[in-house]
């Protein structure tokens, strides 16, 4: 998904409809192979009781990618039923992947702050999408920043540039906010000497220019936001952009 094609990428219909005609696992924007170095970073491994949400799975394969890497429990939620039931089915014998039926926007089952990370391929872009685009991405961040724990983190990867995606996380939370970059790639490429180091954070700054002048117009990259959840951001203060070293939080 590289723009917007079509109005109902938010609604349980589509996806049922699409997931019922498509059979074989399908990771948007990137496979887990290659998000794992920056995965890694800022979800340590080293933490066995780690507990992770991944939102709009899909039948994606990253979350199997995931366990398979060492992770002890990975809870995914998808709108459609249709293809929760299949993952549900298609997984049964591995007890560390969750497979639900939620809808971001109102994630209640979940208690708060009982999430470290969450993770969103396309989702937040799918509901940018379609209509109430706003409304709907603001339910669905703030829902996203309940279930965190404090210090947890939202790992956003997108198509979209800090110029349309910053702003909207700066006023949804309080979050501290990092960027990476990751080249995209065609399928079955991989990229032998990537002009971006992905475990190195950009800079940052308040008007989103510096990224563009790093960049260059129109740079072929997928955009990974790491935000994290920081309570002490809540009274009355604004809201940060770590120009960060590279090590995790």
Known sequence: MGTCSTQAYG??????????????????????SSL????????????????ILVVGCGNSAFSEGMVDDGYAEVVNIDISTVVTEAMQKKYSNRPQLIYMKMDVRDMSAFQTCSFDAVIDK?????????????????KMLKEVWRVLKDKGVYILVTYGAPIYR????????????????????????????????????????????????????????????????????KAGLKPEVAVGSGTGT
């Open 122 to 138: 396309g989702t937040l872009d799918s509901l940018l999408c379609g209509n109430n685009s706003q409304q709907n991405a603001f």
């Open 36 to 51: 794992a170095p920056l995965i890694n970073l800022y979800i340590p491994r080293s933490h066995r009781h780690h507990r």
């Open 166 to 233: 910053l702003h909207l996380l700066r006023d949804s939370c309080s979050w501290t906010i990092k960027l990476h970059v990751i080249e995209k790639l065609l399928l079955g490429e991989s990229s032998e000497h990537p002009k971006w180091e992905l475990t190195n954070p950009l800079p940052l700054d308040d008007d989103e220019s510096s990224v563009g002048t790093l960049l260059g117009k129109n740079p072929d990259v997928h955009y990974i936001y790491i935000c994290t959840k920081d309570d002490s951001l």
């Open 11 to 32: 609604e349980a219909w589509y996806w049922d409809k699409r997931y019922a005609h498509e059979s074989g696992p399908f990771d948007w924007y990137q496979k887990y």
